[in-house]
């Protein structure tokens, strides 16, 4: 059973990059050519953030494309989200998603990122 | 890209039928069969409950179910049970490559 895990830090300054990492277990991430990032603001909707192809491509939400980036390393079977410039309003639970034809069909449990001095 | 929209809550009592409205664009839901639904119970992550309109993963009940006609999807829940209280949305992919989810509906079972 494949398993994602968020990790990184809990607390981001303000003007600062955000950065966090998703790892694959049970599983190869080959299972899934496509993967990608949601966050959730407290008491919001969800928010896609974008989505990496294990070729090698991207595609971002256009409201976050000039401050993201996601990366992924096959041999740790791992891939990451770095978003620059944060403020207040990145304040989120972060969560990374496997895709199944439209859909994300396993998601981490999520990360608590707060932005704040 | 805007949000798709969806009613802010529904209820209903146990065993009725419950449907929940996403309206989109031809650029996203129009475009593709590629509406998805998602529950979310407080303080937990989403669960994938539909894909690709009509598509159950295994697992997700058979009460739960996916259509859709032009700009709009829609879920819909069968024998309405206490346990499907939750948050859901839903997400669809859009003719420039991305995804985007509803603005969330809150399902009250009385």
Not at chain 2, 15 to 28: A, E, K
């Amino acid at each position: 059973q494949v398993l994602l895990q968020e990790s990184g830090p809990g607390l981001v300054t303000p003007s600062g990059t955000l950065s966090l990492t998703c790892t694959v277990s049970g599983g190869s991430i080959s299972i899934s050519n496509w993967w990608s990032w949601v966050r959730q603001s407290p008491g919001k909707g969800l928010e896609w953030i974008g989505q990496i192809y294990l070729g090698g491509s991207n595609d971002y939400n256009p409201s976050l494309k000039s401050r993201v980036t996601i990366s992924v390393d096959k041999s740790k079977s791992q891939f990451s989200l770095n978003l620059n410039s944060v403020t207040a309003a990145d304040t989120a639970i972060y969560y990374c998603a496997k895709h199944r034809g439209f859909g994300f069909d396993i998601w981490g449990q999520g990360t608590m990122v707060t932005v704040s001095s | 890209q805007s949000a798709l929209t969806q009613p802010p809550s529904v209820s209903g009592s146990p065993g009725q039928s419950v449907t929940i409205s996403c309206t989109g664009t031809s650029s996203d839901v129009g475009s593709y069969n590629s509406v998805s639904w998602y529950q979310q119970p407080p303080g937990t992550a989403p669960k994938l409950i539909i894909f690709d309109v009509s598509n159950r993963p295994s697992g997700v009940p058979d009460r739960f179910s996916g259509s859709k006609s032009g700009n709009t999807a829609s879920l819909t829940i069968s024998g309405l049970q206490a346990e499907d209280e939750a948050d859901y949305y839903c997400s669809s992919y859009t003719s420039s490559n991305t995804y985007v989810f509803g603005t969330g509906t809150k399902v009250t079972v009385v």
